[in-house]
């Protein structure tokens, strides 16, 4: 069977890679080929959201997507948020609140949540930001302290 | 699980031109991936290769008059986000938020869903209940099947083996609704739904129920008994004794069919209220 190179963007920089298997990942790409470990395995069957990343700008499970289709696509994990405005703001109202604990879901979160302000502003009603985070789970916190870092999020939005 | 080879047509003319040269039983068909990658994992597929969807310009929904066609690879997110859409499909729009959760929808496609075909579909029965249409285009051209008779089982469908789901045509936009039982607000699995619309041209109610093997159904004459465009009361009682009564429900390792009975009554008059606007 013939090599399948592939070519995308991560964090802002081209990535070329000489042959991805059509049936691999794009999250064993991006932890087992480029070691951007930060994007976390927790079930690989979509129901976790640990694995979340964006593609171009939007939330996307790394464990359900193939690194094929992400082709060309612009990737983002949470190695690189930071430098994104809105990625930086989520990552600032996560430490305000001390919505992290072990830590192991905050990846996912993150990028969830700054896939929502990309896509739907931080204006949305309060109730998209739920049904956002929805899909992610975490073991440690209860979920309070992060529900009240989205909420801070959107406060400060309307403050702005 | 050994490697596959990939074949990625930009254009409806390249689809079908691959689809009269792959083998159809080594061939998987890929959209958004969230079923097939399982499928995939699990051995299911003995294919050698990939059908990917992705550059097609099949991502597309087009509002013509009252009738909504949208095509088989559009992400089911955009679908939602859609402002008319909410307004004109509620039914629609409620189906599409109870799949998974929106980072699963910026991928999860219509057209994969009724690929799949899966017994607690969420777009089943809200198809079903909107009377839409498959399109489907083969290597001798394109056919129109109803979803009714498109959706046979799980995992089974009426779709030929060199045949993909073009699109989807709901015939005019309705007031609908759909409500789902299930254990967690979000991203879980109904235990047991029903989808309602009435239809202002023929002036008649459809009901679709889901949740159970071996498919999502629909139920005419319990549709019959909710009359008029404003149902009262007793004409939902009855409806719902119908379909408690007669409706082929059967339990599976999710619910008990005495459960899922149970269910029929307060979910009808929640849609039936939904879908008359007076709020779920
Ligand atoms: C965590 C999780 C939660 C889920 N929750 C729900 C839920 O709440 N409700 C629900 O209804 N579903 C749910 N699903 C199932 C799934 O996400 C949906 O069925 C989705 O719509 C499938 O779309 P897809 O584009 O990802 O399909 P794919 O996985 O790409 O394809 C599914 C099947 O359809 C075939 N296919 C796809 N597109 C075409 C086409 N155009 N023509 C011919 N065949 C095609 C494929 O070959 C495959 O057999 C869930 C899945 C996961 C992983
Ligand atoms: S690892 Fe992807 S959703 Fe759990
Ligand atoms: S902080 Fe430990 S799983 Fe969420």
């Known amino acids: ?160 | 699980m050994a490697d596959l080879d990939l074949v990625t047509p930009a254009t409806s003319d390249e689809a079908v031109a691959a689809l009269r040269t792959l083998p159809p039983e080594e061939t998987a068909i890929l959209a958004g991936g969230t079923d097939l990658l399982f499928d995939l994992e699990e051995g299911r597929l003995s294919a050698r290769h990939l059908l990917s969807l992705r550059r097609l310009p099949w991502r597309t929904l087009d509002w013509n008059g009252p009738t909504l066609t949208i095509g088989s690879t559009l992400p089911l997110r955009t679908l939602e986000l859609d402002p008319e859409v909410r307004t004109r499909l509620p039914g629609l729009l409620e189906g599409v938020r109870a799949v998974g959760s929106v980072a699963l929808r910026h991928r999860a496609t219509l057209g994969g869903n009724l690929g799949r075909s899966a017994p607690a579909s969420d777009l089943v029965p809200v198809l079903l209940a909107l009377d839409a249409e498959v399109e489907l285009l083969g290597p001798t051209g394109t056919r129109t099947l109803s979803v009714d008779r498109f959706v046979q089982g799980s995992r089974r469908t009426a779709r030929g083996p060199s045949e993909l789901i073009r699109a989807v045509r709901i015939p005019e936009a309705r007031p609908s609704a759909y409500v789902l039982q299930r254990v967690r607000p979000f991203h879980d699995i109904s235990h047991m739904a029903i989808a309602v619309s009435f239809s202002p041209s023929d002036r008649r109610w459809r009901v679709a129920v889901a949740g159970f093997p071996p498919r999502p159904i629909l139920l005419p004459e319990a549709a019959t008994f909710l009359g008029g465009e404003h149902p009262d009361a007793p004409a939902v009682l009855r409806a719902a004794q119908e379909i408690t009564e007669r409706a082929p429900i059967v339990a599976d390792r999710r619910a008990s069919e005495e459960y899922r009975r149970q269910l029929v009554r307060p979910l009808l008059e929640r849609a039936v209220r939904a879908a008359t606007g007076g709020g779920g």
């Open chain 1, 1 to 160: 069977m013939s090599a399948h190179p592939l070519r995308l963007r991560v964090n802002g920089r081209p990535v070329e890679l000489a042959d991805v298997p059509v049936t691999e990942r794009l999250l064993d790409t991006l932890r087992g080929r480029l070691d951007l470990k930060g994007t976390k395995e927790g079930c690989r069957t979509g129901g976790c959201g640990a694995c979340t990343v964006l593609v171009d700008g939007r939330s996307t499970l790394s464990c359900l997507t193939l690194a094929q289709e992400a082709a060309e696509a612009e990737i983002t994990t949470i190695e690189g948020v930071g430098s994104d405005a809105e990625g930086h703001r989520v990552q600032a109202a996560f430490e305000a609140v001390g919505a992290v604990q072990c830590g192991y879901c905050t990846p996912g979160f993150v990028m969830a949540l700054t896939g929502l302000l990309k896509e739907r502003g931080a204006a949305a009603p309060f109730g998209e930001f739920l049904e956002e985070l929805g899909g992610n789970l975490c073991r440690c916190t209860g979920y309070g302290a992060i529900v009240r870092a989205a909420a801070a999020l959107r406060a400060e939005a309307a403050s702005r």
